[in-house]
């Protein structure tokens, strides 16, 4: 269930819905909807068709932990079969944590599990559950009362909470030194201080394996996925100092003269420092001269800790002419702004929100001297079936509009004065930014163009000879006659079938082939929608999503009700540092090769990944294969080395060097793994996979090859037991949760109230996704805020993502890193809602607000800076809405309890784990 | 009766007609015989300002072939209150309105001092003038500056009720829209791609009402409100607007590299000019007023790639047909001439540069349209400067001299037929019994549209008589012609200018010298000049030349050889098609100029006296003034010339010489204040190199081949290989009286 569609849902909560209602009860009741859902896609006309539930799949009820409040009862009266099915004795004993009546009985093993220490440390602690009672998701059907004889403890099944909080007692409370090979660093979920000491730090770069096997065979045989999830331009805490910039003189950085990977710790001086061996390649240089230095008695260089490359895991060059595109020092970057000016997008008030705010945002356009102006230049253009280029040259006395409507053959009308200085024009750009929606004010044309505006943006950074990045604030699907103009191919019935993919796909192929030339000029595309209707998601965001650009989407944009996310990511995005025309390059080891690239780039040959625009939120995620031996003493070696155009016109090397063992034990693998990182790759992987296969057979391997890790663990590394256990790798043990969680993300397991829009939206959005985020987004964050400590400054211990945990007396905010929920059981104090809402009583509680109010309470400061640094930690602004226990809006939150079973079929984790259990054991006899 | 010159002045003056012959042949025959056709000069618009507006519409023949217009020459039957058509014969009721019509009481058409008359024509709602600038951005600052100033001045010159309207292009074309506040909206087309009208009036969003315009409907229909667009607004509105808007306009600013010309989309921007009146006003008067810096360098209707290593096309290219955007550049233009033409909205083009603009190109869009065509070095010269502002020259009722988007039509009797007219015009393609198999210039109809007038505007009608030599025309028989002028006054109301004239049919074996008598040789002279003009547009340059040599020979002829109009030897294509375009259009007085200019001597011995056009007038002692249409010329001879250097005309004591030396400087402004186009204003003396253009004008009785053997004493020598007049006469006497001819 997406995000996106919340803004939509904001306004008609006061209004009764019957959609709802029927939905509330058939998730309780179990049972059909009575009647037709609305057709999706309707005209909007409320929010009921967004949030239809889905078919009914015939499973029992997920395992609520509330029974139906009383004055539910007679609501579920309309539905009798509803009260057969799904009888409320045994959820009131769940909810009192009771363990499932039968379930030691039926399994004897558990109280095994439950005594043995993890003796076998650091091997993982086995877990053996009885194999005869898992029942897998396709099992699910079978009538709930059935069922309720196999349940499992859910506190018995390893716990991300738990892992999580462990991670950070043992880890957490010391900075993490970088200087040591191999070494796995503290969860994302953990806080903690880096010290860089020869390698990157883990803010920049997370393997899946930090003892990687020695041969391919290994590799082969474990099928844990080699890789490394890079964030070339991560913002670090303030207590973490960036690279240092390094500056080899005229000659630009040293290099190996064979793999041309650049000066690192990693470079071995020989022959008394006058030649140096390459760590990743073997070859000899020689020094230059200027470079050269005596070596000490253990054969490092005596300037070694002087030198940010020979010390550091990550550092910058600054890049001589050669590096520079066609030899020629760049200019600095241009910001394009291009805003939709048709109907649609005046009317929901975009237009006067986006003038409104550049007036202001314009001064803080992104630089690297706080002190300084910055040098980016700007450009504004308006559009609707036709574009209208502005030229506000500070010499004018009111800016000049111009319009092109040869949409077919897009061109830039003026030179001078469209990319303008701030400072200097800031008169007439203020000028201007007022008059645009006086001017479209009273628009009728609701048709627009896509392609041409990105043409024209692109023209305009061609005709300056300069790198950029252009806003495009776009409302409507792109019907209007010009190049990349779409239809709408919406068909929901083509889901669930080996068409599928088609959705995913462009509809034309004429936005990648103008992505490939907006790379070549550097110029990168970020894309605001706001749409109320299909928009093809799929086809727009081709070009945002191959120039290291973003899309935000805003379904159902209303002016007030939205403005704050809105301006947040805005502002964010403007903001944020970023690099222009980039070229990454990874270069390993002899024995491995980065074979996949995942993320938002283009790439024109299999080395080189190519970044029109490169932020500090875009993360690479790189797959390496053996293709020779590794050597358990050198281990394995990458170098990330991205070359680009700071805000301010440099050009830099911005390197990131990493070093890994490499084991040829099995178990040395599975001791080192990382699973959050493992996840990140699988989604990615899978979530490109969509494009191509059906989403089935997508999900089919993903549970494959987890279950031959799974498998292969079993089989090498733990010790000898009864088959009939599930033993998992201690650092693998989330890894079935967590698939489970992308598994039934609404990308691989769409419920029939997704949009396609919005499923193309966040295939999009993960696949240029860090570890901590995709963490989030798969496992959300729920925080017992009931529980909260104002006194000092620890978080309450997050809960697991069950309906199962959630207590009817107390406050839960839940963090996706898209949104944020804050769940409000009926049974809340009063007092605590006070603090909080200033509400004396729960049906006092506006449904509807989009922020706390500013309450003087120490509770309340409280929760609001919680809130806050929520915030500040993602790259999006998370929304948040306020979700009443047994409210309509419960069904979205209930959605990312992902350790429930959903009510599109996904699988519980229970369920799946059982799942797991049962496709390992296949593979093993 | 009077004299022939004194009747065909007279005719000249009341009708703005002059015929080759007065007195005309009777039958085909005859007339062919006569090597010069029966034909006219008419000046549709000559200025009659004691012509009273007559405030109700002509009487037509109620024959649908003939539809000729009550006039004097008509048979009245006052008792019966019929009228006979003195064309087709045809007896016509008179109106109810005509019913105290009778001997005394005679409406003005059919008075005999009014075979010149207009009317006004009530009905329709008054349309608006519409004057679209075309502005070229490409050229140097200080020329620019000077354009916008010349064109701020135009504005108030221009009623406040008249639409205006701004197209600037250089790489791009833009056309602005007027009367924004707060911002200055243009539309932006790219120079190298033609639009056709209907994509044009789409991306301008001209197919439906704008939002804007949708909420004011109702308004609009309770006062139904001068027509008016986005991109033509009364001046009275946008003049402020547009003032600042002109004063804002920069120079193109896409960097032209070392060794480029600016890219000039001047194709475009004229099919984008045509193309907006074409589907915002048709059929109303409009000028499109293009000014131009340089050729068109890209687009449809480049004439010239944008490397400077290249030069613009010479005659020498044309005739070794070497001139790769020739053929394609005039396709364009002349398309645009012809969708500007059948709209009747003018095309006038201002091309200041030092080389080519491309004129020879776009000649038909002036020339079909008659609208202007100026030619000048800059726009910071006195000679655009003034032009343009005479080209707002009002008469005495304050209405502008241009009229607009005119037809003529031509009724003639039986005997005679149009065989086509040479003009500033465009065939209309009306078929009728008047009109000839026989073609003449635009022939093929008895209609032409005449988008631009003014009172000089002088077609070159051709007829051809048609009467069988057996069918002889009854003594004292005449053949009548119907000049019916329909235009749009400046006014904006529709007037109707109908001139009818009649010349006696003569038989050529019994009455020669009756028809010999009635010759117009001045008339003559140019209407063969103009149709030897046309023919050089059309044809080959020497075969034109051994044409009229072989038509007529005359002193008149000699010159006319040399003219530029003719000659294109030491011309460029440009200056050819900008001599021809003001040949082809100017009235006699004018025409006889052009041919053969005008000289004239100031001395001590005497008051100024007009001197022979010859090298032996050019004498030390003599100061000498040149008009040659084009050029105003005082020529200092040499003694003249050496005490002007010497301060004599500043000593009180030679105060004689100061009014010697001023005497035609205060006639030649004389001159340069009433020509349009102001001519080039040259004051040279001897051996300055200026005077180079007299000396390529006089005939060269000396050159350096004969000097020794002339005189000694007088006249200079000219250094040219041309012949001179004594042995061109030699060898026409020669030519004459041999058997081969």
Known sequence: ?925 | MTTFPEFIQQNEDRDGVRFSWNVWPSSRLEATRMVVPVASLFTPLKERPDLPPIQYEPVLCSRATCRAVLNPLCQVDYRAKLWACNFCYQRNQFPSTYAGISEVNQPAELLPQFSTIEYVVQRGHQMPLNFLYVVDTCMEDEDLQALKESLQMSLSLLPPTALVGLITFGRMVQVHELGCEGISKSYVFRGTKDLSAKQLQEMLGLTKPTAAQAGRGQQQQQQPALPSNRFLQPVQKIDMNLTDLLGELQRDPWPVTQGKRSLRSLGVAMSIAVGLLECTFPNTGARIMTFIGGPATQGPGMVVGDELKTPIRSWHDIEKDNAKFMKKATKHYEALAGRAAANGHIIDIYACALDQTGLAEMKCCTNHTGGYMVMADSFNTSLFKQTFQRVFTKDVQGAFKMAFAGTLEIKTSREIKISGAIGPCVSLNAKGPSVSENEIGTGGTCQWKICGLDPNTTLAVYFEVVNQHNAPIPQGGRGAVQYVTQYQHSSGQRRIRVTTVARNWADAQTQIQNIAASFDQEAAAILMARLAVHRAESEEGPDVLRWLDRQLIRLFMFHLRRSPFLQVFNNSPDESSYYRHHFMRQDLTQSLIMIQPILYAYSFNGPPEPVLLDSSSILPDRILLMDTFFQILIYHGETVAQWRKAGYQDMPEYENFRHLLQAPVDDAQEILHTRFPMPRYIDTEHGGSQARFLLSKVNPSQTHNNMYAWGQESGAPILTDDVSLQVFMDHLKKLAVSSAA
């Open chain 1, 1 to 925: 269930m997406n995000v996106n569609q919340q803004p939509h849902m904001a306004s008609p909560y006061g209004q009764p819905q019957s959609g709802y209602q029927g939905y509330q009860q058939t998730g309780y009741g179990n049972q059909h909807v009575p009647g037709g859902y609305p057709t999706p896609y309707a005209p909007y006309n409320g929010p009921a068709s967004t949030y239809q539930p889905g078919p009914p799949q015939g499973m029992r009820g997920p395992p609520t932990s509330g029974p139906p409040p009383v004055s539910g009862t007679q609501a579920y009266s309309q539905f009798g079969q509803g009260d057969t099915q799904n009888g409320p004795p045994p959820m009131a004993a769940l909810q009192q944590r009771g363990p499932q009546p039968g379930y030691v009985g039926q399994y004897p093993g558990q109280q095994s599990y439950v005594a043995q220490p993890p003796a076998q440390a650091p091997a993982p602690a086995p877990k053996r559950l009885d194999p005869d009672s898992i029942p897998s998701p396709q099992a699910s059907d079978i009538p709930p009362v059935q069922k309720t004889r196999h349940r499992i403890d859910p506190d018995a099944i390893p716990s991300p909470i738990q892992v999580i909080e462990d991670d950070k007692l043992n880890k957490g409370n010391e900075p993490f030194v970088t200087g040591v090979r191999g070494q796995v660093p503290p969860l994302v979920t953990t806080k903690f201080q880096v010290k860089d000491q020869g390698n990157a730090s883990p803010r920049f770069i997370r393997c899946t394996a930090y003892n990687m096997p020695c041969t391919s065979d290994m590799a082969k045989q474990s099928q844990v996925p080699l890789a490394a999830v890079i964030k070339p331009l991560a913002t670090l805490p303030l207590d973490e100092n960036g690279p240092y910039i390094v500056d080899h003189g005229e000659s630009g950085p040293i290099r190996c003269n064979r793999c041309k990977a650049y000066m690192c710790p990693y470079m071995q001086f020989i022959e008394g420092g006058r030649r140096f061996q390459c760590g990743f390649c073997s070859c000899v240089t020689e020094v230059p001269p200027h470079y050269f230095q005596h070596l000490d008695h253990t054969g490092k260089r005596v300037d070694c800790y002087d030198r940010p490359e020979l010390s550091m895991g990550s550092y910058e060059f600054l890049a001589t002419v050669d590096y520079c595109k066609n030899n020629k020092i760049p200019q600095p970057p241009a910001f394009i702004f291009l805003i939709d000016v048709s109907y649609n997008a005046v009317k929901n008030g975009m237009v006067a929100i986006v003038c409104q705010e550049l007036k202001t945002l314009l001064d803080y356009l992104p630089r690297e001297n706080p002190n300084v102006a910055s040098n980016i230049r700007v450009g504004f253009v308006t559009y609707n079936k036709v574009l209208h280029f502005y030229n506000v040259k500070a010499s004018l006395a009111q800016p000049q509009m111009m319009v092109v409507s040869d949409v077919a053959d897009m061109f830039v009308p003026l030179l001078d004065g469209f990319l303008v200085n701030v400072a200097e024009s800031r008169v007439v750009i203020e000028s201007l930014l007022d008059q645009i929606p006086d001017m479209f004010a009273d628009t009728r044309e609701t048709e627009t163009v896509f392609g041409p505006v990105i043409q024209a943006g692109l023209e305009a950074l061609k005709a300056a000879d300069c790198a950029g990045k252009l806003f495009v604030f776009h409302s409507s699907l792109p019907i209007a006659e010009a190049p990349g103009k779409l239809k709408n191919r919406e068909d929901k019935k083509l889901v669930g079938t080996d068409k599928e993919k088609s959705l995913f796909q462009a509809q034309v192929s004429f936005y990648s082939n103008l992505a490939k030339e907006c790379v070549a000029q550097g110029c990168c595309v970020d894309l605001f929608l706001f749409p109320n209707q299909y928009v093809d998601v799929a086809t727009l965001g081709v070009v945002p999503t191959s120039t290291g650009g973003s899309i935000y989407k805003y379904t159902y944009f209303q002016g007030q009700a939205d403005q704050e996310r809105f301006l947040n990511d805005l502002r964010k995005d403007v903001q944020k540092q970023m690099g222009f025309d980039a070229v990454m390059r990874v270069r390993t080891s002899t024995g491995i090769r980065p074979t996949d690239f995942f993320g938002s780039f283009y790439m024109s040959n299999t080395t080189d990944v190519e970044l029109a625009g490169l932020d500090c939120d875009k993360t690479v995620t790189v797959e390496f294969k053996h293709d020779d031996k590794l050597s358990e003493e050198t281990g394995a070696l990458m170098q990330c080395a991205v070359l680009y155009t700071s805000c301010s016109g440099q050009r830099r090397l911005r390197v990131h060097n990493m070093a890994v063992n490499c084991c040829t034990q099995l178990a040395d693998l599975y001791r080192n793994c990382e699973t959050d990182t493992i996840i990140n790759y699988f989604a990615k992987y899978a979530y490109r996979g969509v494009l191509n296969n059906p989403t089935k057979n997508v999900r089919d391997s993903l549970i494959n090859q987890c279950a031959q890790i799974l498998a292969c663990y079993r089989k090498n590394c733990a010790s000898p037991s009864s088959a009939g256990q599930l033993i998992l790798p201690e650092c693998m043990k989330l890894l079935p949760v967590y698939l489970n969680c992308v598994l039934k993300s609404d990308i691989l397991h769409p419920g029939a109230d997704i949009s396609l829009d919005d499923r193309a939206y966040l295939r999009q959005l993960v696949s240029a996704m860090d570890v901590a985020e995709s963490h989030a987004f798969f496992y959300p964050r729920l925080l017992p805020v009931h529980k909260l400590n104002v006194e000092g400054n620890a978080l309450p211990v997050a809960v697991r993502d069950s309906e199962e945990r959630l207590s009817k007396g107390g406050v839960y905010l839940l963090e996706t890193g898209l949104n944020l929920f804050l769940w409000v059981g009926a049974n809340a104090q009063q007092e605590l809602l006070q603090n909080i809402f200033g509400a004396p009583a729960f049906s006092q509680i506006d449904p509807n607000m989009t922020s706390l109010p500013i309450l003087d309470n120490p509770y309340s400061k409280r929760l609001r800076e919680i809130i806050e640094s929520f915030r500040a930690q993602r790259s999006r602004y998370m929304k948040l809405m306020v979700v009443k226990q047994e409210d309509k809006l419960e069904l979205i939150f209930k959605h990312f309890l992902v350790e429930d079973k959903n009510n599109s079929g996904g699988a519980s984790y229970v369920d799946f784990l059982c799942h797991m259990h049962k496709e390992i054991r296949q593979l093993l006899s």
